[in-house]
């Protein structure tokens, strides 16, 4: 049996940006992935966008999982967000913490993830309809904002305890990294699958920033390699599927649950990645 794939998206910003969003989407559901995800802005900046792109996903016939961020937001707001959701078919979300969006000073209602998940299965108690799967954030290399390794596996374990049904994890290029932060939460008591998010090589530069910004390690030998093909695009993806495919090859024979793309809102280089290793194969 193949292993699962998802696929996470950001909401587009133009017209152009949905009608391509939506060829992706056909494009990657060829592998029958388990769901879609859809980002949120920060503060729910890009609440009307993320709801857009979810119900798009939904109506094309896919799972689709809406991020929903606690920071900046009110009990009332998340409960409106989640009542609209379930009155449109939604029964999966991701729950974060989220970022404070600039000159924001407050974090508003909800100080953890761990209290949003709370606070959703409580709206499910109150009455409110089915379950919902809920999917919460890990950090395999440590929260960029913890200094302390073992606190940020706490918090973890903290959000799963509190009702998460699994986890996607922040990219990495370290499958050490991620085998031993499975193995910690193990010994923690979290039971729950664990699912590695990857990022391929979509941009190198735009990458190398999002992981100096999260403080995720690119192995130097990579980065020496990346750097030397200057603007040889052709050799730079080459290269980086090769070290993407071979970082997924580790992680589906160490028994890694699924793998989770982050796309950016692409196809080509996923597919060839999901291709190569036979992810998401037809039932």
Not at 94 to 107: E, N
Not at 203 to 229: L, S
Request: net charge neutral.
């Amino acid at each position: 049996m193949s292993t699962p794939v998802s696929f996470e998206f950001f909401p587009p910003n133009t017209p152009v940006g949905v009608e391509k969003l939506k060829t992706v989407v056909q494009e990657l559901g060829a592998l029958k992935p388990q769901y879609f995800s859809v980002t949120y802005g920060a503060g729910g900046s890009t609440r009307d966008k993320t709801l857009s792109a979810v119900m798009d996903i939904a109506g094309a016939g896919f799972d689709a999982a809406p991020h929903l961020s606690c920071v900046g937001s009110t009990r009332e707001n998340i409960a409106e967000i989640l009542a609209t959701y379930r009155e449109r078919g939604i029964r999966r979300v991701v729950a974060l913490r989220g970022d404070l969006p600039s000159g924001t000073a407050t974090a508003g209602e909800f100080r953890y993830a761990s209290e949003l998940v709370s606070f959703i299965r409580q709206f499910e108690r109150d009455g409110q309809g089915k379950a919902w799967h809920i999917e919460v954030a890990a950090y395999p290399e440590t929260h960029p904002q913890q200094r302390y390794a073992a606190r940020d596996l706490q918090h973890f374990a903290d959000k799963m305890r509190a009702g998460a049904d699994g986890a996607i994890t922040q990219f990495f290029f370290n499958a050490d990294a991620y085998f031993h932060f499975v193995d910690e939460a193990r010994k923690l008591g979290v039971t729950q699958p664990i699912v590695p998010g990857i990022m391929p090589f979509h941009n190198y530069g735009r990458i190398a920033q999002f992981a100096q910004r999260d403080g995720i390690e690119i192995p130097r030998w990579v980065q020496m390699k990346m750097e030397g093909f200057m603007d040889d695009a052709a050799s730079i993806r080459a290269f980086g599927l090769d070290v993407v495919t071979r970082l997924c090859e580790r992680l589906v024979a160490g028994g890694a649950p699924g793998i989770h793309f982050y796309t950016l809102n692409q196809s080509p280089l996923t597919l060839e990645i999901c291709k190569r290793l036979g992810l998401g194969a037809k039932a």
